[in-house]
């Protein structure tokens, strides 16, 4: 309750215009007034078996603290290496894994690299057919979206290309 009040305290002083302050110069920030990060912060009691992305380079990922070198595909807890280089060399057979896993994963989130890219609709509809979503992002937003989700127990998959992919 003190922090709410200590915001809307923070609040009312920024709407006071004070007669020495210009009317076009901008408010104070309120970003630490509502920021409940200081006081929240799940992302260290991660337990120690969790796959948890920590970096990314243009070549690779840090996973708990190991860095890994080109791409990876993750399933729940479980970390592979992965063949494709680039977006245009994933296909269903890279992706066949997902016919076999069990629980099949809710959604499988697509690292595309730096940019975010279109996915083949044969590629699509195969990743459909395994009874997943799909999410095309660029890989950092990915891996971000990945801690996430594992951290909040739901099943989830990741195929991530180094962020450094382009094209």
């Known amino acids: 309750m003190a922090v709410r009040e200590k915001a809307m305290a923070t609040l ?5 215009t004070p007669n020495h302050m210009p009317c076009n110069q901008p408010l104070p920030s309120l ?3 509502f920021s409940l990060y200081d006081q929240i912060n799940l992302i260290d009691n991660v337990p120690e078996d969790q796959l948890r992305f920590q970096q990314f380079t243009v070549t690779g990922f840090k996973v ?3 860095h890994y070198e080109g791409s990876l595909l993750c ?3 479980l970390l592979m290496s992965w063949h494709p280089k680039k977006l245009s060399e994933i296909t269903s057979e890279s992706l066949s894994i997902f016919q076999t896993v069990r629980p099949v994963p809710e959604i499988l989130l697509l690292g595309c690299g730096k940019y975010i890219q279109p ?3 044969e590629l699509r509809a195969f990743i459909r ?3 997943m979503k799909l999410e095309a992002v660029d890989s950092r937003n990915a891996a971000s979206t990945y801690n996430i989700l594992n951290e909040e ?3 989830v998959a990741a195929a991530l290309l180094p962020y450094g992919v382009e094209s």
């Not at 009312?12 to 006071?16: F, K, T």
């Open 31 to 33: 970003r630490r007034a």
């Open 119 to 121: 996915v083949n609709p």
């Open 75 to 77: 399933v729940g807890n």
């Open 153 to 155: 127990g739901r099943i």
């Open 64 to 66: 708990n603290g190991v």
């Open 129 to 131: 057919s395994t009874g």
């Open 12 to 16: 009312m002083r920024a709407m006071r």
